[in-house]
């Protein structure tokens, strides 16, 4: 089928469109599943963004001068891949691949296999959020010199929305943005997922960061999923919520192609606020059976063939489109300038064998320190930094350091987009505060980004403040999202070295610190390795094993010394590594104790406590002989957490109360070597 080339300077949209449109049926089709209706009512919208207005080579999609687009709306990606075929990054053939097992083309995008895709998004309210800190960090982290970069042109105050003087505003006109200024990022989203609070957090951040860089573009196509969306064709209610957190708004007709185009124009013509342009569609645009009709969403159109003839019939002639070359780049800062060869523990904080120092403090001294070895490390604060520990690096690094405030979602998202551009991002605030973003780390994980997250005030040791302010899931959570580290140190050597470890790590690496102080017991010189753990009391005459990982391992080690003293030796093990845990060490233990007992200031569900039990489970890997103990027998395990809700009290007390300070364990062991012994005379 011969090509006909579509450009910048063309004026056939409207054919491009059809084409797009046509596509997400064939394919949707083909998959007996997917989402054509919300495909149809953005495919105008997206025909003048490819064709006229993306910088974006499909052929280099890691050069730093493209362009970012965003599907907020991931389950519409009959028409993203239809895109993909428009510019020939895939073929009619992988298109007709789309949903199948193996197929790159998977159901919502991700970019696993696409290297068109930053973001796993379908998790409806994060392609904004994510946008924003992608804008931001494109905008701040790699602002080319001498550039005034977004925002540059306005008033302190973020209230001049004005235009590039010269620049038309004309449909046919093209694009007026500078060659050598920063790239945009654009976000397609749904009307529906505006009801989603991470939106309103991003739209707030992106306010106040003025950033031009960001366009939105809202299809409010009026339906949901079950029926109509909160506001519906009620464009002033978009404009008025976008206008109040600082952003330029244009309301359009989402299907007129030349509308489209000069809201476009004007967007990327607009300087020191962000654009939001809410577009009026229809969904299931151009098929009758579905336009505009409730109970459409998520599945094929009913008569494929009738719908492709109501779009006007397969095309003679396929449209190829020529996308906008990249932005071009000049003295641009890139993660890979740092020296790679810098010694990443170099300058790290050390601290003396006796002396207390609280860990999330070391993690503090040791970022800041990291900063400063690395030029690729960057902090974003959830306005805790100074209980956290953020604070040093604030003050060292303040052109590598973010203040979110109290938005726990666009903390992670703006860490995700970071890394998306090879920075390696710590985000930090308090353990118990993250779980309002579990659903971006697990989007997070999904799309495989590589970040670093530091949770602090964990457990019930925190003390007076109770339990609204502990992290007691958080392990749980963490530990349960794929390819994740968790990471536990006990005291301030420790936590220094494993913040310099994570950097290299790869998927979410999780470090929990404590808010009191804790001995240090590790000299400055020792290494842990992620995966390992340490021994910290042991002998041939061992009735039992502790295992801790934290706060509770200097409780361990009191009642390991108390017990001794009654001539109960026992062993503990730091299990600093959760995850990863370290199988080896807990399978000799076991052989050579018999039982386990594991402390944890933290829920009984995921935590320790079933990393430990996870290893002697019965697994393939066991009944093939790499978990078992002895003939197959797990050992006696013992679990100690905090199964109580917790009020205030004294750190010492909250231990005390949880059953996990050292007399707790102290009894748990009793308990167990006397149940040992009378079973032994019973016999």
């Known amino acids: 089928m011969p090509d006909r080339t579509f450009d910048a300077r063309d004026t056939q949209m409207d054919e491009l469109a059809r084409e797009l449109r046509i596509d997400a049926v064939r394919s949707s089709t083909a998959a007996g599943s997917g989402h054509p209706t919300s495909s149809l009512s953005a495919a105008d919208l997206m025909a003048v963004l490819l064709g006229r207005h993306l910088r974006f080579d499909f052929d280099d999609p890691a050069h730093p001068g493209n362009d970012r687009l965003i599907f907020s709306k991931g389950h519409a990606t009959p028409l993203l891949y239809a895109m993909y075929r428009a510019v020939g990054a895939i073929d009619d053939d992988e298109l007709q691949s789309f949903r199948r097992r193996g197929s790159r083309l998977e159901g919502h995008p991700t970019p696993r296999r696409l290297p068109w895709v930053d973001f796993a998004t379908g998790s409806l309210g994060q392609g904004l959020p994510l946008g924003a800190g992608l804008a931001w960090a494109m905008a701040r982290l790699e602002r080319p010199s001498g550039s005034g970069g977004p925002g540059g042109s306005a008033g302190s105050d973020g209230s001049d929305g004005s235009h590039r003087s010269g620049a038309s505003s004309s449909s046919s006109s093209s694009s007026s943005s500078s060659s050598e200024g920063v790239p945009r990022v654009w976000v397609l989203s749904g009307d529906g997922e505006l009801a989603e609070g991470s939106v309103w957090e991003a739209a707030e951040f992106a306010g106040f960061h003025r950033l031009d860089n960001l366009v939105l573009v809202v299809d409010a196509n009026r339906l949901g999923q079950r029926g109509p969306t909160r506001h519906g064709w009620d464009l002033d209610a978009y404009t008025n919520r976008f206008n109040a957190f600082g952003w330029h708004t244009r309301a359009i007709d989402g299907h007129d192609t030349t509308a489209i185009d000069d809201a476009f124009v004007n967007a990327e013509d607009t300087l020191g606020r962000p654009t939001a342009i809410i577009a009026r569609t229809l969904k299931g645009r151009g098929v009758p059976e579905v336009e505009n009709r409730e109970g459409a969403h998520g599945k094929p159109v009913p008569q494929p063939d009738l719908a492709i003839a109501a779009l006007g019939g397969e095309p003679r002639e396929r449209v190829t489109v020529r996308t906008r070359p990249p932005v071009r780049m000049h003295a641009v800062p890139r993660p890979g300038d740092r020296d790679a060869d810098r010694d990443k523990d170099a300058g790290l904080p050390t601290f003396e064998i006796g002396e207390s120092v609280p860990t999330r403090k070391a993690f503090g001294a040791a970022l800041a320190a990291l900063g400063s070895a690395r030029g690729d490390v960057i902090a974003i604060d959830g306005e805790v930094g100074d209980s956290t520990g953020l604070q040093p690096f604030a003050e060292r690094h303040p052109e590598r350091f973010l203040e979110c405030y109290i938005a726990e979602q666009q903390l992670v998202s703006s860490a995700v987009a970071a890394q998306s551009r090879g920075w390696v991002p710590y985000a930090a605030t308090f353990a118990a505060f993250l779980t309002r973003a579990h659903d971006f780390l697990r989007m997070a994980a999904i799309g495989r980004a590589d970040l670093c997250m530091v949770g602090s005030h964990a457990g019930t040791s925190i003390g007076q403040d109770g339990p609204s302010q502990m992290g007691l899931e958080d392990l749980a959570m963490f530990r349960t999202l794929h390819g994740s580290t968790v990471l536990y140190p006990c005291d301030a050597n420790q936590t220094a070295r494993l913040v310099a470890e994570m950097a290299d790590g790869t998927g979410i690496r999780y470090l929990r610190t404590t808010r009191g102080e804790t001995p240090v017991v590790y000299g400055p010189d020792e290494d842990f390795v992620i995966g390992g753990s340490k021994l910290l009391r042991s002998g041939d005459a061992d009735r039992a094993t502790l295992v801790a990982a934290g706060i509770t391992v200097h409780e361990a080690l009191k009642a390991a010394d ?106 748990a062991v009793r308990d167990v070597v006397g149940g040992g012994e009378r079973a032994k005379r019973g016999g």
């Open 562 to 667: 108390r017990l001794a003293e009654q001539g109960v030796p026992v062993r503990v093990i730091d299990a600093y590594s959760v995850k990863p845990i370290d199988a080896a060490a807990l399978r000799e233990a076991a052989a050579a104790t018999g039982c386990l007992v594991t402390v944890e200031d933290h829920r009984p569900e995921g935590g320790l406590g079933d990393a430990v039990a996870e290893v002697f489970a019965r697994t393939e890997a066991a009944e093939d002989g790499a978990g078992g103990v002895g003939e197959g027998t797990p050992p006696r395990l013992v679990r100690l957490a905090v199964r109580h809700m917790p009020g205030s009290a004294a750190p010492d007390e909250q231990l005390a109360d949880a059953g996990i300070d050292a007399a707790a364990i102290e009894a």
